[in-house]
């Protein structure tokens, strides 16, 4: 049975390397991009309105084992994925838009389950928990922009695109950035 436990700031620094075990097995990234990513996940928690959710298989063989996390915090000028995406919408389609959707947000900022676990509605689940009850207009997130999983997931729960093809600086990879008003009703 899978169980979805909160966890603030705190605790989520001290699981961080359980999170990042989650991440790096479901992403696969390039090893000398972990430490960096760590570090960004890490002070990620320092950001307001952080909130993290564990997705706790309760019953696994030697006891509960976290096998998925998601978490966000309220966006703000002065965060680098705030302001880089902020500027960007704004250019492609108007200070009007990005206040709309960026000017009072809810930043999910990272979505992972352990891939012995996907496919059983736990992001989704994860995602309908993380939102509920958050005061924010809206909720946006940056995901890879090709058909995957994750970007089906979004498109189905609602969450359109507001950016595409869009290149974070320094980056190679396309991303989209999606967004959708809040309150998600749970499907």
């Given at each position: 049975m899978i169980e979805f436990r909160g966890a603030g700031p705190a605790e989520f620094a001290e699981r961080l390397d359980t999170v990042m075990d989650i991440y790096t097995a479901a992403m696969r990234p390039p090893a000398d991009q972990i430490p960096g990513r760590s570090?960004?996940?890490?002070?990620?928690?320092?950001?307001?309105?952080?909130?993290?959710?564990?997705?706790?298989?309760?019953?696994?063989?030697?006891?509960p084992r976290i096998v998925g996390f998601a978490y966000g915090f309220r966006g703000a000028p002065g965060q680098w994925w705030h302001d880089v995406v902020y500027r960007a919408l704004a250019d492609r389609a108007g200070a009007d838009a990005a206040d709309a959707w960026l000017g009072y947000a809810f930043e999910l900022a990272e979505?992972?389950?352990?891939?012995?676990?996907?496919?059983?509605?736990?992001?989704?689940?994860?995602?309908?928990?993380l939102?509920?009850?958050?005061?924010?207009?809206?909720?946006?997130?940056s995901t890879h922009d090709r058909p995957t999983v994750a970007r089906h997931l979004y498109s189905a729960m609602g969450f359109m695109d507001l950016l595409s093809r869009f290149v974070f600086p320094g980056g190679y990879e396309e991303y989209a950035i999606v967004g959708r008003r809040l309150p998600l009703t749970p499907s």
């Open positions: 570090a960004i996940m890490r002070n990620h928690g320092t950001y307001p309105k952080f909130q993290c959710y564990f997705a706790e298989w309760r019953d696994a063989p030697g006891g979505i992972h389950v352990h891939p012995d676990h996907q496919r059983k509605g736990i992001g989704r689940a994860m995602i309908n928990t939102c509920a009850g958050r005061p924010e207009r809206t909720a946006v997130l």
